[in-house]
């Protein structure tokens, strides 16, 4: 299926520094778009994927699993690392969750960590039925553009795959187990007001990471995916000071760097 108009990854060949940006659950790259841009503006070299089954339709989406959307990531990370000295690894959401499983796995290749509303848990009366009811009842309602500011709105799915979402609950499950291996620095921005995740998974990853070089931040005037609400500002300022902290000149381009794409094409399911 072709890709929606402005849901395509996006990349950046910057400096010697590297950031990888990993998008949510039923969403798309344009939500983060905007935080890519930023940092390869700064001069960082960005990576900003588009996860399989996602940016399509969402029945392309019932045919992944946790373990494609963590492929490509991963996958990302490796290409990164073949070419920039020290990579950072960034998301939204389920994409936070995929950046500390990054962290976890691939310890010293990650130089920190970057996590706006992490998501630790699939909530809701229905969480635990989804074994079951992903057989009988195909989707749900969506969870997209969860954004206080006015006129703004997320690219993503209007359904939620039930198939998606019980994979998505032992993905969450896994990470959660993995969190105490996530040693590197982190900064956690959260919204006390959000619709989508609540504040108790930023709790819960705060609380079971091992990593010392900890900065939490609250986003008072947005909701879950602030990264393109009132806070995105905020988002973008403190991600380059936290990666410029921690790789001092991360911003300066090596010679013939500058190239941004913007890929097109298909995806499909699977």
């Known amino acids: 299926m072709p890709v929606l108009p ?16 990993c998008h949510g659950f039923t969403g798309s790259p344009q939500s983060l778009r905007p935080w890519a841009e930023h940092l390869a503006g700064r001069g960082l070299s960005v990576s900003l994927p588009l996860l399989p089954g996602h940016g ?24 990164l690392g073949e070419r920039c000295e020290k990579v950072f690894v960034a998301g939204l ?30 909530h809701g009366a229905t969480a635990h039925a989804l074994p079951v009811v ?8 969506g969870i997209v553009s969860d954004i206080a500011k006015e006129g ?25 187990g993995e969190l105490p291996q996530v040693t590197q620095p982190l900064l956690l921005l959260h919204s006390p007001q959000d619709h989508v995740v609540p504040p108790a998974d930023s709790e819960r990853v705060l609380g079971r990471v091992s990593s010392t070089d900890v900065t939490e931040i609250l986003l008072e005037h947005s909701y879950h995916v602030a990264t393109l609400d009132h806070d995105a500002e905020r988002i973008f300022e403190e991600s380059f000071a936290f990666i410029d902290r921690l790789a001092p000149g991360a911003g300066k381009e090596t010679s013939g760097a500058g190239q941004t794409r913007r890929q097109e094409g298909t995806a499909t399911g699977g």
């Open 6 to 21: 402005g849901a395509e990854p996006f990349r950046h060949e910057g400096g010697e520094a590297g950031v990888l940006l």
């Open 56 to 79: 399509t339709r969402w029945e392309d989406m019932q045919l992944t699993g946790w373990q494609d959307w963590y492929a490509e990531v991963d996958r990302e990370l490796r290409l």
């Open 93 to 122: 959401s389920m994409g936070a969750a995929l950046a500390l499983r990054l962290a976890a796995k691939h310890g010293d290749a990650v130089g920190g960590i970057i996590a706006v509303n992490p998501a630790n848990k699939v």
């Open 134 to 141: 992903r057989h009988f009842v195909p989707t749900t309602k």
């Open 152 to 176: 703004v709105t997320e690219l993503g799915y209007d359904r939620v795959p039930l198939h998606a979402a019980h994979s998505l609950r032992l993905f969450f499950r896994l990470v959660d």
